[in-house]
């Protein structure tokens, strides 16, 4: 290394499962008289991590402040103000249609290390991702009470006589006891019944003028106050919305799920959450994978090359350091490892990414209440 130029690095195990093949996470930063110059994670096995040098070192990074805990936005958990407990900030995302891949992606999620898992009656695979989620308690590896669980009330449900049998039907389907968060899966009420998107001859979506968002959000209330879920909040919803239902709400929303990227910051509607201690959790965080888009985004390119990172792992540090929690999917076990191994970008890197100008909402579900990510189902 060059003159004036000092390694450091930081290095702890990674929690992996199985225990044989545990991962050690090595950061390596390069501190210049300019400040942080480069630095970059890699994976080591674990015999050769013990065969490396220092065990523990530390920096400071441009703010001053000491960089002795890079790893923690993979650990980090936000409190949840409205209800019990703690939401991690990366969660795994099962919009997955295939079932045998739901039941891979969710088994290989949970052994990377994710805790924190997002379903949905919608899905239509809410089975496949307990039976995964099952078959993993059963080991004793992981305790039910380590998992943090989502599921949400879709839109056929909205009445409130039809809210509490949606919802045990979800929890009977993932094989819990208890819920930790239920979201209104969108505010638009859709005809009641078993047709999920039900439509009239023209191929309209037929809605239910007959109930409110915050009747059914007094029926959200109940089960939280009958101890059914822990905490409750809302899904694919914009301010307009959200403001006055905060406002009348008995039990404050706990937590809001909408998509949100460089392209999508949402940056008023964040605002709004931090004002009132609501979580705001992120959705398509990768753009859902469109290209051109995030993934390919020349600041976000350039970052990762200065980084040794990967974009999707500068996206999603990005979206953490900046306040919220993230929800990523992943079908193989590489793509997992990629999603959860996740270094802290320094600030200036957060700054470029908040420039960025491109303006580009990849669902259309908070104009019209049906899912663009999910294929239409009768």
């Known amino acids: 290394m060059g003159r004036g130029v000092v390694e450091l690095r930081a290095q702890y195990p990674i929690p992996h499962h199985p225990a044989s093949s545990r991962l050690i996470q090595t950061e390596i930063i390069k501190k210049t008289e300019g400040g942080l110059k480069r630095w970059s994670c890699k994976l080591l096995e674990e015999q050769e991590y013990h065969k490396r040098g220092p065990r523990w070192s530390w920096a400071r990074n441009r703010m001053g402040n000491p960089m002795t805990s890079n790893h923690r936005l993979r650990f980090a958990k936000i409190p949840l103000n409205f209800g019990t407990g703690a939401i991690p900030a990366l969660g795994f995302g099962t919009l997955i249609p295939d079932p045998a891949e739901t039941r891979s992606a969710t088994t290989n999620a949970l052994r990377v290390g994710f805790r924190h898992f997002d379903c949905a009656e919608r899905y239509r695979n809410e089975r496949e991702v307990g039976e995964s989620l099952q078959a993993e308690f059963a080991t004793g590896a992981i305790a039910r009470e380590d998992v943090f669980i989502t599921t949400k009330l879709w839109n056929t449900n909205h009445r409130p ?201 990849l669902n259309s579900v908070v104009e019209t209440g049906v899912p663009g990510f999910i294929a239409k189902d009768g």
């Open 161 to 361: 006589e039809r809210v509490e049998p949606a919802f045990d039907a979800s929890r009977e389907r993932l094989g819990i006891s208890y819920v930790d968060l239920y979201l209104i899966h969108t505010p638009f009420a859709f005809q009641p019944g078993d047709n999920m998107e039900p439509r009239d001859q023209s191929g309209n979506i037929i809605y239910d003028r007959g109930v409110s968002l915050l009747e059914t959000w007094r029926a959200m209330e109940s089960l939280v106050e009958r101890g059914k879920c822990r905490a409750i909040g809302l899904s694919d919803v914009v301010l307009e919305n959200l403001a006055p239902l905060y406002d009348t709400a008995r039990i404050k929303p706990a937590v809001v799920q909408v998509e949100s990227h460089p392209y999508l910051p949402q940056t008023k509607l964040l605002e709004f959450c931090k004002q009132k201690g609501i979580v705001f959790l992120a959705f398509a965080p990768l753009g859902h994978g469109i290209r051109p888009g995030p993934l390919e985004d020349p600041a976000v390119l350039a970052i990762a090359r200065q980084s040794s990172l990967t974009p999707a792992q500068v996206l999603l540090a990005w979206a953490i350091q900046r306040g919220t929690a993230v929800l990523t999917t992943a079908k193989t076990l590489e793509r997992a490892r990629e999603n959860y191994n996740l270094c802290e970008i320094p600030e200036v890197a957060v700054d470029e990414i908040n420039r960025i100008q491109i303006r580009s909402r």
